[in-house]
């Protein structure tokens, strides 16, 4: 079966970094994305993924293992306007979908 | 502001009534999306067309009837809905043709949010 994990929740304060992990468990693996979407509106594309290691935009970052299914999206100097959900999607076949996890609901506190 | 644009941004309509979801991308992406998003869930992928053809169909009602009138717009078509439909209606497109390896986010217009009295 496919399935994704990450944390429902998270609490951060402002000015600190915080990591939200991804797990996943798919048949094939073809790049992993994440999307940040605050209340009420779209996703955003944040980051993409395909190849072992770290990519860095800016205030945020994204790891991935392919070995271990394992992904985390790093932000760093938060700010308040950070807070929203993240979400870890991973293309796993040769078509267009996405498996979606459930989403990391991320607070920012002052 | 996003590069999709989705009309309306509020749909009430009543079991009976027959409505349209307008979706539109100036980005040449040739894959269009539907999704649709239930609060505190991940978007559920509804259709996928690609080349203005439908390539997905995730085994969606046939009260909804998606179109693809040309590479830039896509349109779905509601009637009869149930109120388990009220839901955010979210329109997505990606670039790059063909199938496998490839940075190919998609990109999400801000959605309809539709109420189903």
């Known amino acids: 079966g496919q399935n994704i994990d990450q944390p429902t929740e998270m609490t951060a304060t402002e000015g600190a970094i915080v990591q939200i992990n991804c797990t996943y468990q798919?048949?094939?693996?073809?790049?992993l994305f994440w999307y940040q979407q605050h209340a009420g509106e779209a996703p955003t594309f944040l980051s993409y993924?395909?190849l072992d290691g770290l990519e860095e935009k800016g205030r945020f970052s994204s790891f991935l293992s392919r070995s271990k299914g394992y992904s985390y999206l790093l932000l760093k100097e938060l700010q308040m306007k950070d807070s929203a959900s993240y979400l870890c999607a991973v293309k796993a076949g040769n078509n267009r979908k996405l498996i979606w996890g459930l989403g990391t609901s991320l607070a920012v506190n002052p | 502001d996003t590069e999709v644009t989705q009309t309306p941004k509020h749909l009430v309509m009543g079991m009976t009534n027959k409505k349209s979801l307008k979706c539109e991308q100036h980005m040449g992406h040739r894959a269009m999306y539907w999704y649709k998003q239930k609060a505190k869930k991940p978007p559920e992928l509804m259709f996928v067309y690609s080349y203005e053809k439908l390539s997905i169909n995730e085994s969606v009602p046939s009260r909804f009837s998606p179109e693809c009138p040309n590479s830039s717009l896509l349109n779905l078509h509601l009637h009869a809905l149930q109120p388990e439909d009220s839901a955010l209606y979210l329109c997505?497109?990606?670039?790059?043709?063909?199938?496998?390896?490839?940075?190919?986010?998609?990109?999400f217009g801000d959605g309809t949010r539709l109420s189903i009295l």
């Open positions: 993924n395909v």
């Open positions: 798919t048949s094939g693996f073809n790049g």
């Open positions: 997505a497109s990606s670039s790059k043709t063909g199938t496998g390896v490839g940075n190919q986010p998609q990109h």
